[in-house]
Each structure stands twice: as C-alpha cells, then as structure tokens.
C-alpha cells in the first residue's frame, strides 16, 4: 500500500505563485512515476505533469514554461511549483504515484488540494 499526503493549496491573485507537495509512503518501488492531476467544476481530470524516478518531466501545453515538477526521491516528495497563475488554472488538484513493478502497474491517488486563483 501506498499513502499520499497533499498540501500547498491556497487561494492567490493572477501573476502569483503557489508550491503544492505530495509526500508518498509504504510500499516504493525503484520504478515509479508521480504525477500532478487537476480537476475543475463541470470539467474532466486532466494530466497536469509528470515526472520519472529518473526524472524525466513532461507538461501539458497549458502549463509549460509555468509550472516545474520535481521530487525529492529521499523523501519520496513529489513537488509542483505553479508560477504566472491564471484564474484558469483554479481547480482541485491531485497527485498521483504510480508504482511499476515488472509486470504490472498499481496507482495510488492523493486526497486533493484546492488551488484557487482570482483576477
């Protein structure tokens, strides 16, 4: 089993920053993959970003160039730094950790945190 723990949401003007986390533990395997989610009123989830135990990245074209994720494998930390905030960009905001084991892949969901961007 794994649990997820999500904090760094908030309520911030257009233009501002926010830094959401995501701190994983239990079972870990050595191939993973933890992810960013966001989900708004009325809309589908969409992927946010994504990053390997490599750390490879990827982003939706919506965010590039404004937001960052990283993680801190030590800590089993995933970490989304949200820069240039639209009102657009408000929605609840998930992360997901994904272990790879050989033959399979089992997901695990935090529990969600609102980002909230007025303007």
């Known amino acids: 089993q794994v649990q997820l723990v999500e904090s760094g949401g908030g309520l911030v003007q257009a233009g501002g920053s926010l830094r959401l986390s995501c701190a994983a533990s239990?079972?870990?395997?050595?191939?993973?993959?933890m992810a960013w989610y966001r989900q708004a009123p009325g809309k589908q989830r969409e992927l946010v970003a994504t990053i390997t135990s490599g750390s490879s990245t990827d982003y939706a074209d919506s965010v590039k160039g404004r937001f960052t994720i990283s993680r801190d494998n030590a800590k089993n930390t995933v970490y989304l730094q949200m820069n240039s905030l639209k009102p657009e960009d408000t929605a609840e905001y998930y992360c997901?950790?994904?272990?790879?084991?050989?033959?399979?892949?089992?997901?695990?969901w935090g529990q969600g945190t609102q980002v909230t961007v007025s303007s």
């Open positions: 997901k950790f994904t272990n790879k084991w050989s033959r399979y892949d089992a997901d695990y």
């Open positions: 239990g079972r870990i395997s050595t191939i993973n993959t």
